[in-house]
Nanobody, 124 residues
């Protein structure tokens, strides 16, 4: 069983920034697309951002476009999500995931490994 580990969540004021990271100690996913999803209380898990295996192609949910940036460092086996201009509605548990493909995927069913999640809370 692959264990993805997220870090970097926390509490931030509206308008602030956070960067969350995700890696799998001892494992490499350099040939897999990766993504970030989030789930707020009482809501379904939703797509946030995804990046292809090389880092050359990215995709974002409309709600975060222009504010969030996904990136990856294949040498460090780590994927990042930089979140700027945070809003209270961004409050959620953020999950990283490894896709069952080298190309960008936007639906949860296309991902085979998931992290435990990291809480991001944005206060107004």
């Amino acid at each position: 069983q692959v264990q993805l580990v997220e870090s970097g969540g926390g509490l931030v004021q509206a308008g602030g920034s956070l960067r969350v990271s995700c890696g799998a100690p001892g494992r490499t996913f350099r040939l897999s697309a990766m993504g970030w999803f989030r789930q707020a209380p009482g809501k379904e898990r939703e797509f946030v951002a995804a990046i292809d295996w090389s880092g050359a192609d990215t995709n974002y949910a409309d709600s975060v476009k222009g504010r969030f940036t996904i990136s990856r460092d294949n040498d460090k086996n780590t994927v990042y999500l930089r979140m700027n201009s945070l809003k209270p509605e961004d409050t959620a548990v953020y999950y990283c995931a490894v896709a069952d493909s080298s190309r960008i995927q936007t639906i949860p069913g296309a991902y085979k490994y998931w992290g435990q999640g990291t809480q991001v809370t944005v206060s107004s």
